[in-house]
């Protein structure tokens, strides 16, 4: 079944949704821009979820394109998914690593039973993909992941990603 996708310009750490997906760096410990907000006010419970990962079969961090779950501390949601998106290289075709990040984010949602996910606009900020294509890979790989989640909403932090998801939803 394909999740009804919907946009919002907005702050993805005050979304309602079952599950928030962070786009988190390799060490799951934090660090700027969206996985720094999604800690920052989450609280400290996510921060030691992610100590426990580290601690278990994630001792080397988590892989790019790949997701993982922890309590959502005390955003409003049950879950973050974090995923670790791949940095934009003009000379490597890494678009494959980027539309893992959601594929991977749907599936650990359908193990969660989550019904609602809430994703950024993963690899857009210091990992510097190009908007619109992030939006086409984006857009893209979430229509066509067969997933049991209900809705897709795309917590968008500015206009000029809006209006690149939007042009993608046609």
Known sequence: MTPALTLVRGDITRRSADAIVNAANSSLLGGGGVDG???RRGGPAILEDCRRLRASGYGKGLPTGQAVATTAGDLDARWVIHTVGPVFSAAEDRSALLASCYRE?????DELGARTVAFPAISTGVYRWPMEDAARIAVGTVRNTPTAVDEVTFVLFDDRAHEAFARQLG
């Open 105 to 109: 984010s749907l599936r650990v949602a």
């Open 37 to 39: 907000a999604i800690h």
